[in-house]
């Protein structure tokens, strides 16, 4: 109460009305060590309901994570360790990043799917190096988004029964009542989709307590439901049961509401008992941590193979000549998707932590580990991740794997299904995850399936979100420096944009400038051979025609390969102006797609040649030709400018 009522903002309905859930999981049964948070064998906990963020914070605090009280009052205050929802790598016991409902759900199902392939990995017979669980909260606006239900039917397909989701059933949404919007019975909904299902009183804690320990010692091959049929804001009764409840409507209330809880009127009150008991808590779990620090020395003796491999997961060392294990392709053609598949394969090998998954389309998106094995309940340690058709859920399960951190985790969908996945990508930009987006038939070269599937907008739709790398190869060697590229990043996720069709390898450029070129962003493909003139800046399927136009015309003509804006502005000044001098304001940008993120590099007396509308269906050949993307056209608008 007095944290929201301090910060006049916030949610005070789930921090009250789920208080018993709270107490019994971590004043109880949850496993972790707040002096080591990131201890590897913690059970994590995720608050899907990220609304109700005043509810970890108060047990992160009394738990003895690195969570000041003086913290928790500044609840919501600029450049505090409590904003209004929960921040990973930012509060000290912040599993994940939610707000955005029913996404941490989904990313709860990554991090038990990443527990089950680290278990299958690293534990042998005689020593269980992992066999924590994964708890979620969640409530009925979680429940009502798609993205949930995509993850929790993975879930039970794949048996995670190391995952404990706990429902805040309070039957109260923002608006209305919850029975305005929904009437589903959601426990015989779960148990279709192969979960256990236990249903209590959230108010009661012997019940809950009995409902956790059940569903932590049954391995059944089942994920499992605890609904806790709560009252929301319960404790301040003008908004407890109700819709007001839900924010900080119970605010004024707060004062009459804690006298009639007996609590005095200090605020931010803790009692001795309280305090007596969590520094007890405390002692129990270091005690039981360094029984686990005992047995993890052993295993590290007895399987050195082992605990190196691990230690190269949790420290995601990627070697330093990881560029030249890649083979150099032959010259000739290749769709960058199929360049793609033979970049993976070597990479893979040298990151045996590097796992793939792709939304129901490997056949086409060609991002296969071979011999890697397929992730299911029969195997654990596959680095094949199959989600099915569930764009969204697969996100949201990629970033439960990085918040995990022993794998780099990659997924592949067509680039006009990336809209299905948004949400998703957005969280990992915003909390700086290292995830892969592999996304294929890049632009109106998808041909035949027309304007449906072909991405027009895509590629700039992604260049907006802050944080994220767009990276669009020109040729086969381009895209083995993407690869190697999105491996190397540490701060932030990496989008690369791949081509249905076959395009050309550009020979005539070193294969060492194109590979690193793409890791600066953008680069001189071809120099000019007299004093410059002109510059034709294209990335990905484009390149070739700039590079085309630019042989034929010759003389002043440079060449710039711009695969990645957001890499080529983290350059240092120096070198943009080296790639694109200002005193050349004679620019052409060509790129199958719209226009707008050119016109920065091309200034007010440049011109590009895209599309600003949607697409046709027809061969590829046709629709390149009827939007004027074609050697004619481009060679057309150099001269122009």
């Not at 409840?245 to 009127?265: C, D, N, Q």
């Not at 397929?374 to 970033?399: Q, T, V």
């Amino acid at each position: 109460m007095d944290g929201i009522a301090a910060a006049k903002s916030g949610h005070l309905g789930l921090p009250l009305g789920a208080a018993e859930v709270g107490a019994v999981l971590f004043g109880q049964e949850m496993s972790f060590n707040p002096a080591d948070s990131k201890w590897l064998n913690r059970d994590r906990f995720v608050l899907s309901a990220g609304h109700g963020s005043m509810f970890l914070y108060s047990w992160l605090h009394m738990t003895g994570y690195n969570l000041p009280l003086e913290e928790v009052k500044n609840f919501r205050q600029l450049n505090s360790l409590t904003p209004g929802h929960p921040e990973f790598a930012h509060t000290d016991g912040v599993e994940a990043t939610t707000g955005p409902l029913g996404t941490g759900v989904a990313n709860a199902v990554g991090m038990a799917a990443a527990a089950k392939m680290a278990a299958a990995n690293y534990n042998t017979p005689e020593h269980q190096l992992i066999d924590h669980h994964v708890f979620a909260l969640c409530g009925d606006g979680c429940l009502q988004e798609g993205v949930s239900f995509e993850a929790i039917a993975i879930a039970g397909h794949e048996g995670l029964d190391n995952f404990i989701l706990v429902y805040d059933s309070n039957k109260v949404t923002l608006d209305k009542m919850a029975d305005v919007t929904q009437s589903e019975d959601t426990g015989a909904r779960f148990k279709a989709m192969g979960w256990d299902v236990y249903d209590v009183d959230g108010h009661d804690m012997t019940q809950i307590t009995k409902a956790v320990k059940d569903a932590k010692s049954t391995d059944n091959g089942k994920p499992k439901l605890i609904i806790a049929n709560t009252i929301i804001a319960k404790g301040i009764d003008e908004v407890a049961g109700t819709c007001a409840g839900h924010g900080e409507a119970g605010v004024k209330f707060t004062k009459e509401s804690r006298a009639k809880l007996g609590l005095p009127e200090e605020l931010f009150y803790v009692s001795p008992d309280t305090k007596a008991f969590f520094a007890t808590r405390q002692a129990e779990q270091k005690s039981a941590y360094a029984k686990w620090q005992t047995m993890f020395s052993a295993w590290k003796a007895a399987n050195p193979e082992k605990a190196a491999s691990l230690d190269m997961a949790i420290k995601q060392k990627v070697p330093a000549d990881l560029l030249d294990r890649i083979p150099v392709f032959k010259p000739g053609k290749y769709a960058t998707r199929n360049a793609g598949s033979e970049v993976l394969q070597p990479l893979a090998t040298a990151l045996p932590y590097y796992i793939s998954g792709s939304a129901d389309l490997h056949g086409s998106t060609k991002n296969l580990i071979k011999n890697g094995g397929d992730f299911s309940k029969k195997n654990w340690s596959g680095r094949n991740m199959y989600y099915g058709i569930r764009e969204h859920g697969m996100g949201a399960m990629m970033n439960g794997f990085a918040y995990y951190g022993l794998n780099k985790i990659s997924g592949a969908t067509f680039l006009v299904f990336c809209d299905y996945l948004r949400g998703a990508v957005r969280v990992a930009a915003l909390t700086h995850l290292p995830v892969t987006y592999i996304l294929t038939h890049d632009s109106i070269g998808v041909g035949e399936d027309g304007p449906t599937h072909q991405p027009v907008e895509a590629v700039s739709a992604l260049r907006v979100i802050p944080n994220m790398d767009v990276i669009r190869p020109g040729d086969a060697e381009e895209t083995a420096g993407a690869f190697v590229q999105s491996v190397m990043r540490t701060d932030g996720p990496t989008a690369l944009i791949l081509s249905r069709q076959d395009i050309p390898t550009l020979d005539d450029i070193p294969v060492k400038t194109r590979r690193e070129g793409v890791m600066k962003g953008a680069y001189v493909a071809i120099k000019e051979t007299g004093p410059l003139e002109k510059i034709i800046i294209a990335s990905g399927s484009e390149l070739h025609l700039a590079y085309d136009v630019a042989k034929k015309l010759g003389g002043g003509i440079r060449v710039v390969s711009m695969p990645c804006m957001e890499i080529f502005e983290r350059q240092t000044a120096a070198y943009k102006e080296e790639v694109l001098p200002a005193s050349c304001v004679r620019r052409v940008a060509v790129e199958a797609g719209v226009t707008a993120h050119w016109w920065k590099y091309v200034g007010f007396q440049g011109k590009v040649l895209g599309t600003d509308k949607f697409g046709l269906s027809a061969p590829a050949n046709f629709v390149f030709d009827a939007f004027g993307i074609n050697p004619a056209g481009v060679e057309s608008l150099v001269n122009s400018v």
